[in-house]
């Protein structure tokens, strides 16, 4: 080898962290035939992470550590590694790969945990394998894979619409201070919309759902510009929060216990059944989170700040 020649450095190992999410806000339209909803959502990235560790192996293979990883699947239903499949068909690339997720984001807790797995998968295998996809075709595989991989992989604060996939970043300033309530009882996203249908069936005409224009969220997007907490924690929503209560009575309860503790807004984290509380500062979303801790409304609580960035390359080797 001269010293002019390029020398490949391939790595052994590469370790991404991915964050969860909050939707600042979320509107259902109505179910279409493919059995999805339209979605109008304002997605912020947390700091609340999983972290993957992809090594390079003969076989695909998983394993999970972190709270609540006994219930995470480690067969070919684990998200990562349906990932790891789905890039390696893409790419043409025969590799195996030996993950290992740490998780930190609530499992099935609409906090986008297992979507962020995908997403760290993906982007860990891409390097391992040094595959030469652009970002965009790692985002349509992310697409693939789940309605919010996308968000998780880009991180920051985004509008969201399709199914949640079609992305417009948002600006804004300033950081928010959240405290989670957590489930160790989990909510299926899926049968979550099936009762938000079924709500809707039984409703009056006057009150079918119609999506709002992205100018009908001014207020919510307003706050993020100013970065103004007190207006942000007012205009939260989530269509999705009547069903989750609908199918877990008792997340009235961290509702309540957040409001009464003085949260500038609270709300249904996606899917449920995590408790997504916003305080007004780092200190009083520390005040919120033991508030819930001292109600007992919650098996486990976490504080964040967001918005954060996406999921990333953390170390190479
Ligand atoms: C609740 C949210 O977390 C809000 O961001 C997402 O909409 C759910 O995202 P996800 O878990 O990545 O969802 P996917 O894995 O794509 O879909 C799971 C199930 O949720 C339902 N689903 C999901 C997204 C969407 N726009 N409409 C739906 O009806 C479908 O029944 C689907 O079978
Ligand atoms: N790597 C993974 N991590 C977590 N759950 C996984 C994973 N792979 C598959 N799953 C399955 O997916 C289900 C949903 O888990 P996940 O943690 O993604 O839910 P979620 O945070 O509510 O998702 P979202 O907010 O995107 O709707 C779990 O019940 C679990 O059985």
Not at 276 to 297: D, K, N, P, W
């Amino acid at each position: 080898m001269t010293l002019s020649s390029v020398e490949v450095v391939t790595s052994r190992e590469v370790r991404v962290r991915a964050p969860g999410k909050v939707n600042l806000s979320l509107h259902v339209g109505p179910v279409q035939p493919d059995g999805y909803h339209p979605l109008m959502t304002v997605f912020q990235a947390v700091s609340v992470f999983e972290e993957v560790v992809a090594r390079a192996s003969d076989e695909r293979v998983v394993t999970v550590s972190g709270p609540q990883s006994d219930l995470v699947p480690t067969d070919s239903s684990n998200l990562a590694l349906r990932a790891v499949e789905l890039l390696a068909r893409a790419s043409g690339v025969d590799e195996g790969v030996r993950l290992h997720i740490d998780k930190g984001v609530p499992v099935a807790g609409g906090m986008a945990g297992g979507s962020a797995d995908a997403a760290a998968a993906l982007l860990a295998c891409d390097a391992l394998w040094q595959t030469g996809l652009s970002r965009a075709d790692l985002v349509d595989l992310a697409a693939e894979l789940g309605s919010d991989v996308p968000f998780v992989l880009q991180g920051h604060t985004a509008v969201g619409q399709g199914r949640g996939h079609v992305l417009t970043p948002v600006l804004g300033r300033g950081e928010f201070h959240w405290a989670f309530a957590v489930q160790d009882r989990g909510l299926s996203a899926g049968a979550v919309y099936g009762a938000l249908d079924e709500l809707r069936a039984g409703a009056p005409d006057d009150e079918l759902a119609v999506l709002p224009d992205l100018d009908d969220d001014v207020p919510l997007l307003q706050a993020l510009r100013a970065g103004d907490p007190r207006a942000l924690g007012a205009a939260l929503h989530n269509d999705l929060q009547p069903a989750a209560l609908e199918l877990d009575p008792g997340l009235a309860q961290p509702l309540a216990v957040a409001q009464d503790a003085g949260a500038l807004g609270v709300v249904v984290s996606g899917s449920g059944p995590t408790v997504a509380a916003l305080g007004r500062s780092r200190q009083h979303a520390l005040v919120l989170a033991a508030a819930f801790t001292a109600a007992g409304v919650a098996d486990r609580v976490l504080t964040a700040t967001g918005p954060v960035a996406g999921a990333r390359v953390v170390a190479t080797d």
